[in-house]
């Protein structure tokens, strides 16, 4: 009795699609919330400093998965700037849970070129 199932089982593509969301379920979320509160997006951009901030808003918004996740971390996340302590603890443990994300980003788009017939 094998485990497996085939890729084009129905519970392959229903799991295949909740792995998905999931993963990208904090950036559906916050690309969601600054469109619906684009002035709260620009003060996110000009607290991080980016110039000028309705541009990077709208570039957010746009580019809300793993380029912009990658390039916010090490805009926002410099935790190797910050003196020891608990906030720059826990900037790096965000800066490096987005890392991953971004890694998984990576993942899944290599499995889904490699996996064409």
């Known amino acids: 009795m094998s485990s497996r199932i085939d890729a084009g089982h129905p519970i392959a593509g229903g799991l295949g ?3 998905l969301l999931g993963l990208c379920a ?18 996110e951009m000009t607290h991080f400093g980016l110039s000028p901030a309705p541009l990077f808003a709208v570039l957010v918004i746009a580019l809300a998965l793993g380029a912009f996740t990658l390039a ?25 849970e987005h ?9 899944v788009a290599l499995t889904d070129l490699t996996s064409r017939d």
């Open 17 to 19: 699609f909740l792995a």
């Open 26 to 43: 904090a950036y559906v979320q916050g690309g969601l919330v600054k469109l619906t509160d684009f002035p709260g997006a620009i003060g």
């Open 72 to 96: 916010a971390s090490f805009i926002a996340l410099r935790y190797w700037q910050m003196p020891a302590g608990q906030d720059r603890f826990m900037a790096a443990n965000s800066f490096y």
């Open 99 to 107: 890392l991953g994300l971004a890694g998984g980003f990576l993942l």
